[in-house]
């Protein structure tokens, strides 16, 4: 079979669009010359389809393990800690990185992308492929992967170089000076205008009537329309905020108004009841858009407490969520911890909580594989090496309460789902409008009510700074550990109320009638951060290569 780091995701589409692969299968993916892939006799396109599934594999690939950029990322936030002390992860939140030391240098990985796409481009209408449409939507799936990868960089590093269609050559010498952040952003955004009914779509455009599932199975893992729509809602909204518009130019905010809008007006995608669930299904009519894995226990042994040992695998617990994300997630009424009327006590401090809380991070007493976890001084998740903050991440994980040990479970990262795109919606309603409106509210309601919150529905009397402040932070906790913290964090503009405060744990201590009592005097570290990491540094080997390259401000 062919060798690669698309593993399942490759393999997939490769047995489902492609059948039996010929003789040129023997060699890696990325060694086949092109007149291979891109060959002149092959009617069934069988090479050019697993070259277009390779592409795929550069995809972000949110919380799928250890060493990605996302999960890196997140802890370069107030969210979480490494449980492994000076580990390169959380140089990001220590102030310990720069253009010689980049934690989550994506760079050569996005524009390597981006050369293959130009490739896949260029080369493509060689082959005679008989299936009707299938060139096109081959096409529009590529320019969708290039947008994506020119996000990942415009998010990272604001403006950057714009190649076109140009396939780069290695060792081409190329003196490229950076593109400015809006043009950056109008070619994503015109690409996805340009696309968008080149891929697979959710209802037929002749009747209006939905397609089964829209895409059949085996295809789940292409790009739809409403991921073409996703990207474009999810790059306007950064395009809006205060960082990259700060003269609040209300029409950027319109326009990532109505791109979310956009979406919501197909009726196709809902949320799925079983918020737990939703992470361990392969498919679900709230997942617009993932990244395909195979079925496995990898994040399982990766972030479940380091006590238990299901068939004779030691787990890991990587990842500490911090007590300044579990306050963030308000009681079960609605109420904030800290307001009045909320029934919060801190010597029972998980007691009535919104139920997100309990399926994002493991806490004492969690029951897992049969017992609770003893995630307190002396108990056997905690240990003298265990979390440094006293919790685990248990968000993604399968449903693992009661039994013995793990069983392989779906693990397909998530890109864009329904519920960011109704967040996206209301936070900028509520710009546009210096308020929200009942769609605001309705948006919001809807992500609550799934939550199992009781009442749900927001106060109608918030104005624009109360409403704000709760969109932040629903987007916070619902989107807990999917790579969205860190940049929301820099579109906000927030990251100074970050820099020198406490990430902090809590400290659990087991008394004599087998009670607890919770102490908060726990910090983890105090967190770096100034006004320059709002853009990453470009990588100094960049710099060095192409003196057009200009460094991002404060970086030199």
Known sequence: MIKNKATYFILLLIIVFAGCVKTSEKYPLERWDEDVVFDPTDSAGINARAFLANIYSGLPNHYAGVNNSTILSEIGTDDAAYRFLNS???????GRWSAWNLPDNVWNANYAGIRKV?????????????????????????????????????????????????????????????????????????????????????????????????????EWGRVSRTAVMALKSRTLLYAASVLNNPANDINKWRAAATAAKDIIDINYHTLLTDFTGLFITRRTNETIFSFQTAT????????????????????????NPSQNLVDAFPMKNGKAITEAGSGYDA???????????????????????????????????????????????????GKFSTGTTYAAQHHSP??????????????????????PNAEAFNALDLIRQRAGLVPYQVDRSLGYAAF?????????????????????????????????????????????????????????????????????????????????????????
């Open 468 to 556: 704000k402040k709760l969109v932040q932070n629903e987007r916070r906790i619902e989107l807990a550990f999917e790579g969205h913290r860190i940049w929301d964090i820099r579109r906000w503009n927030i990251g100074s109320t970050l820099n020198g405060q406490p990430l902090k744990g809590i400290r659990i201590v087991k008394n004599a009638d087998n009670s607890f009592s919770y102490f908060y005097d726990v910090t983890v570290l105090n967190m770096v951060y100034t006004e320059k990491m709002n853009r990453y540094p470009i990588p100094i080997a960049e710099i060095e290569k192409n003196n057009n390259l200009s460094q991002n401000p404060g970086w030199d």
């Open 414 to 435: 998530i890109i864009f789902r329904y519920a960011e795109i109704l967040l996206n919606y209301a936070e900028a309603l509520n710009e546009v409008n210096n308020g």
């Open 118 to 218: 130009n490739l896949f481009l260029n080369k493509i209408d060689i082959v005679p492929i008989k299936e009707k449409g299938l060139i096109s939507r081959m096409k529009g799936e590529a320019r969708f992967l290039r947008a994506m990868f020119y996000f990942e960089l415009v998010k990272r590093w604001g403006g950057v170089p714009l190649i076109g269609d140009r396939v780069l050559e290695m060792n081409e010498d190329l003196k490229l000076s950076k593109n400015s952040y809006e043009d950056c952003v109008n070619y994503i955004v015109s690409e996805c205008d340009a696309i968008k009914n080149m891929v697979f779509l959710e209802k037929t455009p002749v009747t209006g009537e939905p397609l089964p599932g829209g895409m059949p199975d085996g």
């Open 88 to 94: 390169a992860p959380e140089n990001m939140i220590n």
């Open 347 to 397: 010597q029972n401090p998980y007691n009535n909580r919104d139920p997100r809380l309990d399926a994002t991070v493991f806490r004492n007493n969690t029951a897992w594989l049969g017992r609770p976890a003893a995630i307190y001084e002396g108990g056997v998740d905690l240990g003298k090496d265990g979390s440094r903050t006293g919790y685990y991440l248990k968000k993604f994980l």
């Open 296 to 319: 496995s226990i990898t994040m399982e042994n990766n972030y479940s407490p380091i006590g238990y040992s299901p068939a004779n695998v030691v787990n890991r617990g990587i990842i």
